[in-house]
């Protein structure tokens, strides 16, 4: 069984920057691969980021690149994501998932639907 914990959310001023963490139990992800989500009030679920388990690659949502860095702790088994100059649509609940299988490739990454284990969400809110 494979359960995904996320942590590191919490109120940020704008211009700030935060770093969540994502930690999986159970069968490493040296295959397939983890992601981020994020999901706003009344909002479908947003892509953000996802780096492949088999080497590393790593992919962004159209808005979130060169604000946002997706990295992976091998070891720990664990995946962060940094971002700074934050803003206030960056407000939302940040889910980490992932799939263990595979080879995904670059269009299937952004899929909600290529992922099969999902956090619980930790809160990013970005204001005065």
């Known amino acids: 069984q494979v359960q995904l914990a996320e942590s590191g959310g919490g109120f940020v001023q704008p211009g700030g920057s935060l770093r969540l963490s994502c930690v999986a139990s159970?069968?490493?992800?040296?295959?397939?691969?983890m992601g981020w989500f994020r999901q706003a009030p009344g909002q479908e679920r947003e892509f953000v980021a996802a780096?492949?388990?088999?080497?590393?690659?790593?992919f962004y949502g159209g808005s979130m690149k060169g604000r946002f860095t997706i990295s992976r702790e091998r070891a720990k088994n664990t995946v962060f994501l940094y971002f700074n100059g934050l803003a206030p649509a960056d407000t939302a609940v940040y889910y980490c998932a992932g799939n263990n299988r595979g080879r995904p490739l670059m269009s299937t990454l952004t899929s909600r639907q290529f992922y099969e284990y999902w956090g619980q969400g930790t809160q990013v809110t970005v204001g005065q």
């Open positions: 159970g069968p490493t992800f040296s295959t397939g691969a």
């Open positions: 780096i492949r388990g088999s080497d590393n690659y790593a």
